[in-house]
């Protein structure tokens, strides 16, 4: 009897590893874009003539939004995408530059988020299903 509670138990405790993956998969892994980390200040000033420009590398498709708190204009690998507070644009794979530029002192961040990764997805519905599995087998034995 015991040890068919420390079967169910670990049972439980393997569901638990399996829900934590998809967590990390869909939730904290997309925030951690290799070299930048999920966040990147800026601020437009007199000091770089209120203008900046950030070379990106990317290995997959990023999803990126840059927000201000007054106008700047944003061009993307020399196009303009124009005058605004915030941006929404989604880069693919490879090299990019971010230059944004102001008559006005700016200062706010780029949001960058990663697609998530299906293979830790799938490893972690595995686990999820290997868990329920030996729940299910250990509960039948009776």
Partial sequence: ??????????????????????????????????????????????????SLSFPLYFKSKVHVEVQGNDTFTLMVNETNLGLGLKFSLDLGPGCHVLTLTSSNIVGGTFQLRQEPNTR???????????????????????
């Fill in 1 to 50: 009897m015991v040890l068919k509670l420390v079967a169910i138990g670990v049972g439980f405790i393997i569901i638990a590893i399996g829900v934590l993956g998809v967590y990390y998969g869909y939730v904290v892994y997309p925030e951690l874009v290799p070299g930048y980390g999920g966040s990147i200040p800026f601020l437009l000033s007199p000091f770089n003539n209120y």
């Fill in 120 to 142: 830790i997805a799938l490893i972690s519905a595995f686990v999820i299903a290997l868990g329920i599995t030996g729940i299910l087998l250990i509960a039948k034995r009776e």
